[in-house]
């Protein structure tokens, strides 16, 4: 607390509206909060804090919000019958055995980590488990956008801002791309594919 207390409030005001900018756009308030640190107008430490705080509620608010739709799914006569059981039964052992590394690769795949985090509360993964991975990813994630604008250009002077932004578009793109090239190798997704429209969401296990 002594430490926020000695920081001008135009600091802690860009930290708190970073914080903010994370539950509409992860990436983009994370970069936002490199590009200010490495132009002097952030400090680095609470930058980097409050992207990863953001980044990090904002990760345990999507699986309270699985983990409420649980709670509740028993007091919904349709979703009862649609929900099968035993595909609830096989995601949650699916999840259990994957769940690191489905996290871990979510973090780089854009688009993924809503229904992904939504069903690890929904299909019971253990909240400690998940807030200790999503944790580390998340802080990972971080440190490497800031290690790209903030100290990796002292590395090589005189290059302004073409080689971090080059980097990090690699960065960004690069999940992106490959996620698309190989959802079609994906087994869940083939057999979703061959399976009815009444039938699909048993099929899929969410």
């Known amino acids: 607390m002594w430490v926020l207390s000695q920081l001008p409030e135009t600091q802690l005001a860009l930290a708190l509206a970073i914080f903010l900018a994370t539950f509409v756009y992860e990436d983009g308030a994370t970069l936002l909060a490199a590009t200010l640190s490495a132009s002097g107008k952030l400090d680095p430490a609470l930058g980097i804090g409050a992207a990863f705080l953001g980044i990090w509620v904002g990760d345990i608010g999507l699986y309270a919000l699985g983990a409420l739709f649980r709670s509740n799914a028993v007091r919904w006569p349709r979703l009862r019958r649609a929900l099968k059981p035993e595909a609830f039964n096989k995601a949650e052992g699916w999840l259990a055995q994957n769940a690191s590394l489905a996290i871990a690769m979510s973090r780089t795949i854009p688009g993924s980590r809503l229904p992904l985090y ?84 048993n099929a899929c296990a969410l």
Do not use: Q
């Open 118 to 201: 939504l069903a690890a509360g929904a299909l019971g993964l253990p909240l400690r488990r998940f807030a200790r991975i999503t944790a580390i990813c998340a802080a990972l994630w971080v440190l490497v956008i800031f290690g790209i604008w903030r100290w990796l250009p002292n590395l090589w002077p005189g290059s302004g801002m073409r080689f971090p932004l080059l980097l990090t578009a690699i960065l960004l793109a690069a999940p992106w791309l490959l996620g698309r090239r190989l959802r079609g190798y994906i087994p869940a997704a083939k057999t979703c594919e061959r399976t009815s429209n009444h039938d699909r969401l």
